[in-house]
């Protein structure tokens, strides 16, 4: 029988079920007012600085709420350019950057400009839950990379070039690493240069998280490789702003008008106030990457301190970022009976590893960017599953 629906809806379905429906319950439950504790997402709860929800809240006043130009006001295309180039040292225009509704909405747009029916991309695993969905969605197939955990979830660069074949046309990557919080090293990223010049291979670098990195950096490709890479970053993570979808992505000028004319038919543009709101942020940029990086730093510590010493799980210290991954392989339980048994003993919701691929199964993923006082009574919870459950 012909579907009702083209073939991209069963592209971008889920076919091992919906990996958020736990994270969702215990949201809902929490907002009841359920002693629950969710650490299932990457959603700080902190609130946008002041000075970047009242740019907007004026804008809105001053009656900035008509159509934009589709790849973002120039003002903000060249205010992410500077800052790419501070960072990067890459040297890059505002003709380099386009606005985007988040991090997530660039990984989508790059996904559709760069392959199609028939390719092959080339992804890390362990990787974000959204990537195959988004790379499926352009008709290629997803390769997973392995980056296992005995390479401290470093990638197995000899796999990435034994994978490259003539279908190949770009590598996703996210450093640092959601789930494993792991920030790619400079011989990482040199292996993978390598590889994508000698194949002439694009390379997609979702650096969301590259503000909480040590230093607000990380190693990047994007001077190395200019014309292949296109780095994505938002200001979701390091600026509390999740809830914004607003995002970036910095390329070369032919990726740029090619994804413009894309927008075209899919965004239309985005809110004016949004987009200046984000000028604002990107200007407080040095001071919200920095309370971001001790925010989460700090939590970090209190999150491994707490699972440390326990028999049969092993927390994993991640590089950046506000994820940590508990090793459950030990524990007599699979990741999901773990998931599942915290959430009902313990009013604790976390994600199983296995939603972000091969190389993290028998793994938990925790998120601990809450407030301290929740954390550290998640911490104390966390203790008491995992005490109870080798005697
Ligand atoms: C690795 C990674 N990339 C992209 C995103 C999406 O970010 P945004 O909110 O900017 O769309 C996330 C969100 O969790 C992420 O972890």
């Given at each position: 029988?012909?579907?009702?629906?083209?073939?991209?809806?069963?592209?971008?379905?889920?076919?091992?079920?919906?990996?958020?429906?736990l994270?969702?319950?215990?949201?809902?439950?929490?907002?009841?007012?359920?002693?629950?504790?969710?650490?299932?997402?990457?959603?700080?709860?902190?609130?946008?600085?002041?000075?970047?929800?009242?740019?907007?809240?004026?804008?809105i006043?001053?009656?900035?709420?008509?159509?934009?130009?589709?790849?973002?006001?120039?003002?903000?295309?060249?205010?992410?350019?500077?800052?790419?180039?501070?960072?990067t040292?890459?040297?890059?225009?505002?003709?380099?950057?386009?606005v985007?509704?988040?991090?997530?909405?660039?990984?989508?747009?790059?996904?559709?400009?760069?392959?199609?029916?028939g390719?092959?991309v080339l992804?890390?695993?362990?990787?974000?839950?959204?990537?195959?969905?988004?790379?499926r969605?352009?008709?290629?197939?997803?390769?997973p990379?392995?980056?296992p955990?005995?390479?401290?979830?470093?990638?197995?660069?000899?796999?990435?070039?034994?994978?490259?074949?003539?279908?190949?046309?770009a590598?996703?990557?996210?450093?640092?690493?959601?789930?494993?919080?792991?920030?790619?090293?400079?011989?990482?990223?040199?292996?993978?240069?390598?590889?994508?010049?000698?194949?002439?291979?694009?390379?997609?670098?979702?650096?969301?998280?590259?503000?909480?990195?040590?230093?607000?950096d990380?190693?990047?490709?994007?001077?190395?490789?200019?014309?292949?890479?296109?780095?994505?970053?938002?200001?979701?993570?390091?600026?509390?702003?999740?809830?914004?979808?607003?995002?970036?992505?910095?390329?070369?000028?032919?990726?740029?008008?090619?994804?413009e004319?894309l927008i075209?038919?899919?965004?239309?543009?985005?809110?004016a106030?949004i987009?200046?709101?984000?000028?604002?942020?990107?200007?407080?940029?040095?001071?919200?990457?920095?309370?971001?990086?001790?925010?989460?730093?700090?939590?970090?510590?209190?999150?491994?301190?707490?699972?440390?010493?326990?028999?049969?799980?092993?927390?994993?210290?991640?590089?950046?970022?506000?994820?940590?991954?508990l090793?459950?392989?030990?524990?007599?339980?699979?990741?999901?009976?773990?998931?599942?048994?915290?959430?009902?003993?313990?009013?604790?919701?976390?994600?199983?590893?296995?939603?972000?691929?091969?190389?993290?199964?028998?793994?938990?993923?925790?998120?601990?960017?809450?407030?301290?006082?929740?954390?550290?009574?998640?911490?104390?919870?966390?203790?008491?599953f995992?005490?109870?459950?080798?005697?």
């Open positions: 029988m012909t579907s009702r629906f083209s073939q991209l809806v069963e592209w971008v379905r889920d076919e091992g079920g919906d990996p958020w429906a994270h969702w319950e215990a949201r809902h439950a929490a907002e009841a007012g359920e002693d629950v504790i969710v650490l299932s997402a990457g959603d700080p709860d902190l609130d946008t600085p002041p000075a970047i929800s009242a740019t907007a809240i004026s804008s006043q001053a009656g900035d709420t008509h159509y934009t130009e589709g790849g973002g006001r120039p003002r903000l295309r060249a205010a992410i350019a500077n800052a790419h180039t501070r960072r040292g890459q040297v890059v225009t505002a003709e380099n950057a386009l985007v509704g988040g991090a997530q909405n660039g990984l989508f747009i790059a996904s559709l400009c760069l392959a199609g029916l390719d092959e992804a890390i695993d362990p990787m974000y839950t959204t990537y195959h969905p988004t790379i969605a352009s008709g290629a197939r997803l390769v990379v392995p980056a955990a005995e390479n401290n979830f470093h990638p197995d660069l000899a796999a990435m070039a034994a994978a490259v074949t003539s279908k190949t046309r590598i996703f990557l996210s450093t640092p690493n959601n789930p494993t919080g792991i920030v790619l090293s400079q011989k990482d990223i040199d292996g993978i240069a390598e590889i994508a010049k000698r194949h002439g291979l694009w390379v997609v670098s979702d650096e969301v998280y590259a503000g909480l990195a040590e230093g607000g990380v190693p990047s490709l994007a001077r190395a490789l200019p014309d292949q890479v296109l780095t994505i970053g938002s200001l979701s993570k390091t600026h509390a702003m999740t809830g914004w979808r607003s995002g970036w992505v910095v390329g070369p000028t032919d990726f740029i008008q090619n994804a004319n075209q038919s899919m965004l239309y543009g985005l809110p106030f987009q200046e709101a984000a000028i604002t942020a990107i200007g407080m940029a040095p001071e919200c990457e920095a309370s971001a990086r001790e925010y989460c730093q700090l939590r970090r510590q209190i999150m491994f301190d707490g699972l440390s010493g326990l028999a049969g799980v092993t927390p994993v210290w991640p590089d950046a970022g506000m994820f940590m991954l090793d459950v392989r030990d524990s007599g339980l699979s990741a999901r009976e773990f998931v599942a048994a915290l959430y009902r003993q313990e009013r604790i919701s976390t994600l199983e590893g296995s939603v972000f691929g091969r190389e993290t199964q028998g793994f938990v993923r925790i998120c601990f960017a809450i407030s301290e006082d929740r954390l550290r009574e998640a911490a104390v919870r966390l203790r008491r995992c005490l109870g459950l080798k005697k």
